[in-house]
């Protein structure tokens, strides 16, 4: 129905685009195994900045186009670069931010729902303060520890496969992608 959620995260003063479906948008009909392949170099979830999206997002609508041009297959406008670029980088409302932890969301839909509405009731989110109220209400240190844990988890360390190497290589995805100098 035209409309297309993601997350746009101001972060440190740096604008960070989150979609949790990443891969998926440009998957097409009979794709030459060609662009299968290319898509699979694709994350499943990207977060990184606007620019980064726009690169990414104009080589992909490039290889669909081969793709389906080697198919005999018509090109659609909702497959060209500008079109897939609207979709994450046109004009965006931000949802409401009534938290106290200072979370700022932006939301790419028409609108949000507002603080207290839930659309399945599983899950709550603690941000800042709230984590604390909530370990007050838990009963013994196991719930307190529990709390803490959820916020302060860091990602596992990433380990090089090779520790020998010098030179940098770099490979897949971001071989095609320009750096800034």
Request: charged share 30%; proline share 5%; hydrophobic share 35%.
């Amino acid at each position: 129905s035209g409309e297309y959620e993601y997350l746009d995260v101001i972060a440190d003063g740096e604008r960070l685009l989150i979609d949790v479906d990443f891969r998926s948008e440009f998957e097409i009909a009979r794709s030459t195994s060609a662009y299968k392949a290319f898509l699979q170099s694709l994350p499943h979830i990207f977060v990184g900045k606007a620019d980064r999206l726009g690169q990414i997002v104009s080589i992909v609508a490039e290889a669909a186009r081969q793709s389906l041009k080697k198919k005999g297959m018509h090109f659609p406008p909702w497959r060209r670069a500008e079109y897939l670029r609207a979709k994450w980088l046109s004009p965006f409302t931000r949802a409401p931010n009534d938290s106290e932890g200072g979370v700022e969301l932006l939301s790419g839909g028409e609108g949000s729902e507002e603080e207290g509405t839930e659309c399945c009731g599983e899950l709550e989110l603690i941000f800042g303060e709230k984590a604390t109220a909530l370990s007050e209400t838990s009963s013994g240190e196991e719930g307190m520890r529990k709390v803490e844990a959820a916020v302060t988890w860091q990602p596992p360390a990433v380990k090089p496969k090779s520790a020998k190497r010098k030179t940098k290589m770099v490979t897949g995805l971001a071989s095609l992608l320009k750096e800034k100098p």
